[in-house]
């Protein structure tokens, strides 16, 4: 087994491969009952919901928009989890099935 994790290709295939487990627990979760958001100590934000990964976050600066009153900027993006797992799969796939090339003698 040991001959088998050495060489970096290898662990890094090791870590994309549990990288892409956690996403895809996260996928699945994220289909069933809302349990809440992750917030960052910045003013951020992770939601898992409907099968995608969102992220608010908040500026601390307020803006004056148009009626006077101070808002703050949000900005905002959402990547759908099948973006992220399979492109994981495949490159760990990739990391971990090469064979390593063969040690130059001399």
Known sequence: ????IRGWKRKIGVVTLLMACLFM???IQS???FVGD???P????LRSLDGR???RGYTTELLQNSHG???NEVEYWSIPYWSIVPPL???SAYLLLTKPRAKKAG
Do not use: A, N, Q
């Not at 087994?1 to 088998?4: I, P, Q, S």
């Not at 910045?42 to 934000?45: A, L, P, Q, T």
């Open 1 to 4: 087994m040991r001959e088998f």
């Open 25 to 27: 627990s996260w996928w």
């Open 31 to 33: 289909f069933g009952k």
């Open 38 to 40: 992750f917030y960052f």
């Open 42 to 45: 910045y003013g951020g934000s």
């Open 53 to 55: 990964l969102s992220y």
């Open 69 to 71: 009153k101070g808002i």
């Open 89 to 91: 799969v495949v490159l």
